[in-house]
């Protein structure tokens, strides 16, 4: 079957927003050049802060273009093309495809912030332009996912973008820090029955890397909140955080377990399957809080830190509590 032609959409709808984006950078250089020292900055404070913002520029650019290779081999190549068209999937997947929206908005926006802070940029300019670029990335995907025939356009999934990099921005804006900090974990998930691995090969991939992006029944996406900022006095560790997230269970199928081909034959029914979805409850640490004097490993904890740690986890789901030892 062919592919959705990614390469035929991609420049209408990169290129553009790429222009965009290095018009932002370009126009906002001054400001960069300016706010790192209260005085004026020496030549070769000017020339690095250039040199660095060169640099952020292409690897927002480059970065992206690679990323987007990658997600048409993953995604994209084995889906037919249509014209755009917009429907409503918001009853699919119970969810965690808004929920994977979201995240990813917020953690493309971070991970610019990060870069951004890195080149030298006065604070609110960087917080605006990484939260832009989150919502940028994700709509060109949405747009993309609009010209292929199995899916379209979904405003459910233009809306969590915008959620994703709108949580990003207004805590920058009003706290200046990321109190409520979005996560996400995955496990490859083992099925044991051929019949529930041969299905999920087929919609979720067999790669690790498909497995990583697709299957949602070994994600789980969190909301880490750090104890020491709601509890100042209580002297807890200021690395210590409470997360709760949220999964699934036996999503065999967008609606449902049973699928059919275009002839209307059933050719897959896992209706036995109680499809349900999953609460957890369990501690965190937060990377930002470790001690470094070093600029690219506290930069570099700052990006890692969108990933749960492991660790013990209390389990609700189809009417049961479970204990995990250790749950990622």
Same mark, same amino acid.
């Given at each position: 079957?062919?592919?959705?032609?990614?390469?035929?959409?991609?420049?209408?709808?990169?290129?553009?927003?790429?222009?965009?984006?290095?018009?932002?950078?370009?126009?906002?250089?001054?400001?960069?050049?300016?706010?790192?020292?209260?005085?004026?900055?020496?030549?070769s404070d000017s020339m690095r802060l250039k040199s660095r913002t060169r640099l952020i520029s292409a690897v927002h650019i480059g970065g992206y273009g690679i990323a987007m290779?990658?997600?048409?081999?993953?995604?994209?190549?084995?889906?037919?093309?249509?014209?755009?068209?917009?429907?409503?999937?918001?009853?699919?997947?119970r969810q965690m495809d808004k929920f994977g929206h979201v995240f990813s908005a917020y953690a493309e926006g971070k991970a610019s912030l990060e870069l951004w802070k890195w080149?030298?940029?006065?604070?609110?300019?960087?917080?605006?332009?990484?939260?832009?670029?989150?919502?940028?990335?994700?709509?060109?995907?949405?747009?993309?996912? #609009?010209?292929?025939?199995?899916?379209?356009? !979904?405003? @459910?999934?233009?809306?969590? +973008? *915008?959620? $994703?990099?709108?949580?990003?921005?207004?805590?920058?804006?009003?706290?200046?820090?990321?109190?409520?900090?979005?996560?996400?974990?995955?496990?490859?998930?083992?099925?044991?029955?051929?019949?529930?691995?041969?299905?999920?090969?087929?919609?979720?991939?067999?790669?690790?890397?498909?497995?990583?992006?697709?299957?949602?029944?070994?994600?789980?996406?969190?909301?880490?909140?750090?104890?020491?900022?709601?509890?100042?006095?209580? #002297?807890?560790?200021?690395?210590?955080?409470? !997360?709760? @997230?949220?999964?699934?269970? +036996? *999503?065999? $199928?967008?609606?449902?377990?049973?699928?059919?081909?275009?002839?209307?034959?059933?050719?897959?029914?896992?209706?036995?399957?109680?499809?349900?979805?999953?609460?957890?409850?369990?501690?965190?640490?937060?990377?930002?809080?470790?001690?470094?004097?070093?600029?690219?490993?506290?930069?570099?904890?700052?990006?890692?830190?969108?990933?749960?740690?492991?660790?013990?986890?209390?389990?609700?789901?189809?009417?049961?509590?479970?204990?995990?030892?250790?749950?990622?």
């Amino acid at each position: 079957m062919p592919g959705c032609n990614f390469i035929k959409i991609l420049p209408s709808v990169f290129l553009p927003v790429a222009g965009a984006l290095s018009f932002l950078i370009l126009f906002f250089q001054p400001a960069v050049n300016a706010q790192t020292t209260p005085s004026v900055p020496s030549m070769s404070d000017s020339m690095r802060l250039k040199s660095r913002t060169r640099l952020i520029s292409a690897v927002h650019i480059g970065g992206y273009g690679i990323a987007m290779g990658g997600l048409y081999q993953a995604w994209y190549k084995d889906y037919e093309k249509s014209a755009f068209h917009s429907f409503n999937d918001w009853g699919e997947w119970r969810q965690m495809d808004k929920f994977g929206h979201v995240f990813s908005a917020y953690a493309e926006g971070k991970a610019s912030l990060e870069l951004w802070k890195w080149a030298g940029m006065e604070h609110q300019k960087a917080v605006w332009i990484a939260g832009l670029s989150g919502v940028a990335y994700q709509t060109i995907i949405e747009t993309l996912d #609009g010209f292929c025939e199995d899916w379209g356009w !979904s405003w @459910g999934d233009f809306g969590a +973008n *915008i959620a $994703g990099s709108g949580l990003l921005v207004s805590q920058e804006l009003l706290w200046g820090k990321q109190i409520i900090q979005p996560k996400f974990s995955f496990r490859r998930k083992q099925y044991g029955d051929p019949v529930l691995e041969n299905r999920s090969d087929s919609i979720f991939g067999k790669s690790s890397a498909e497995r990583w992006l697709k299957d949602y029944n070994g994600q789980t996406y969190w909301v880490s909140v750090n104890l020491k900022t709601l509890f100042p006095e209580s #002297g807890l560790p200021a690395w210590i955080q409470l !997360s709760a @997230g949220t999964g699934v269970e +036996n *999503i065999y $199928g967008a609606r449902s377990n049973i699928a059919y081909d275009k002839n209307g034959n059933k050719i897959f029914d896992a209706a036995y399957a109680p499809r349900y979805r999953q609460w957890y409850l369990a501690p965190d640490i937060d990377l930002t809080k470790i001690p470094t004097r070093k600029a690219g490993v506290r930069m570099l904890l700052n990006m890692l830190n969108i990933f749960k740690f492991p660790a013990p986890a209390v389990e609700y789901g189809n009417g049961r509590f479970k204990l995990h030892w250790l749950y990622f």
